[in-house]
């Protein structure tokens, strides 16, 4: 008589490695998804390709998806439960790509540079796995496809179109490039993740004349100078040295010819944080500086926020979750490392400020000279071997989280 089968949780065994064993099935249908996405690069919030493919992949999957702002939103699983949402963005670069690869976008003005044409590939073929396991779901998933997160409107954008009514908790992953090999996932369980970022554009209006008479002109360039240089000191003597706080005008633009003071000059720049408070301090301050700088001159400054993204700080305890929940798969190589965080910003921040929400980024790079060049360069290159990984996490996460917190 054969004895009985008294391993624990065979059940989960079994389901668990099906998620990542149906993850490598579709590697071939994810890389497809991915090179499409990456020969067809949209930028910014317009980007009708995008959405109808992502659109038409999610109805032959067997979901309803529908429009959402400028984005893509679809749901399943079972009602009454919490709701999990799954984000990808979409977009790409403004810039040529240099990568050679054979499927690079032909246009000469756009290139998938951050990977994000894999974050939109994974996302479809977890909504695809997802759709097969829905009797298992114990809520909600919802699956976000966005634009726009380089030029950080995307989020807002479907915000403010109700993608997160309703929604209890939101996960995203970004794949990363450089030396180092697929399996590695990058996560910060205890502070912030990546800073803040609010782009000005301060444009100060003088009285313009000709060059021979400078008597005759309140001249903005002056004025442009002094409050670059308060600025400058701003930073220096009010930022917080325990915090991270960077300030950068990387663009002064005025006048048309060289005997001429023109009326206006316009300063462009940013401020990035890791401290909400440094922030608020920093942004108004700011305001206040190229305002007031002006009026002493005789002229007058206007600013325009251009952006306004918060810190990206995960929820402590959902981060710890979908880790333990990770190293659940049997991956080869899996490996942690936490504490991670980055100057840089990402406009999943604005989901993160409304609900509990976790960010992590996935290796995909190479330990040769392929993964030498950095994220948002055109020869930059990514290792397709991350694609079962984020789609196997995404699908067993959200499966998990909801089975533990319904």
């Known amino acids: 008589m054969k004895g009985a089968d008294l391993r624990p949780n065979k059940k989960k ?43 038409e992949q999610l109805k032959l999957a067997g979901l309803e998806p529908r429009p959402c702002g400028h984005g893509v939103v679809a749901e399943l699983g079972k009602k009454g439960g919490k709701t999990l949402l799954l984000r990808a963005d979409m977009d790409a670069l403004p810039m040529k790509e240099e990568s050679g690869e054979p499927y690079a976008c032909p246009s000469g003005t756009e290139a998938h540079a951050c990977g994000h044409d894999f974050h939109a590939a994974m996302l479809l073929s977890a909504a695809k796995l997802l759709k097969e396991s829905e009797d298992k779901l114990e809520g909600t998933v919802r699956f976000m496809f966005q634009p726009a997160e380089e030029t950080f409107e995307g989020a807002k954008d479907m915000i403010a179109n109700g993608i997160l009514d309703g929604v209890d908790a939101a996960l995203a992953y970004h794949v990363s490039t450089g030396r180092m090999p697929v399996g590695i996932f990058m996560y910060n369980d205890s502070g912030t993740m990546m800073n803040s970022v609010d782009g000005f554009k301060i444009t100060v209006h003088g009285k313009g004349s000709h060059g021979a008479y400078p008597q005759n002109s309140i001249d903005p360039i002056n004025i442009g100078v002094h409050i670059y240089l308060a600025l400058e000191a701003l930073l220096a003597h009010e930022a917080d040295p325990n915090k991270t706080c960077v300030m950068t005008v990387g663009q002064f633009t005025a006048g048309a010819a060289a005997n001429i003071i023109p009326d206006t000059a316009v300063l462009q720049g940013t401020i990035r944080t890791n401290d909400r408070d440094s922030r608020a301090l920093l942004v108004r301050r700011m305001k206040e500086t190229a305002e007031k700088t002006a009026e002493v001159y005789g002229g007058t400054a206007s ?26 798969l049997p991956i080869p190589g899996l490996t942690p490392y936490p504490g991670i965080s980055a100057n840089a910003s990402e406009d999943f921040a604005s989901v993160a400020e409304r609900v509990p929400s976790t960010f992590m980024y996935l290796s995909a790079g190479f330990l040769d000279e392929r993964g030498d060049a950095p994220a948002h360069n ?17 699908t067993h996460c959200a499966i998990r989280w909801l089975e533990e917190n319904k």
């Open 13 to 55: 065994e079994d389901l668990i490695m099906n998620d990542y064993e149906r993850a490598l099935a579709l590697r071939d249908e994810t890389v497809a998804h991915r090179r499409w996405m990456h020969t067809h690069a949209e930028v910014g919030l317009e980007m009708p390709k995008a959405r109808a493919y992502v659109l």
């Open 303 to 328: 600013v325009e926020m251009i952006s306004e993204v918060p810190p990206l700080i995960c929820d402590p305890a959902l981060t710890k979750q979908i880790v333990g929940y990770m190293q659940e």
């Open 378 to 394: 055109p020869k930059v290159r990514f290792n397709e071997d991350v694609c079962p990984i984020g789609v196997s996490c995404l």
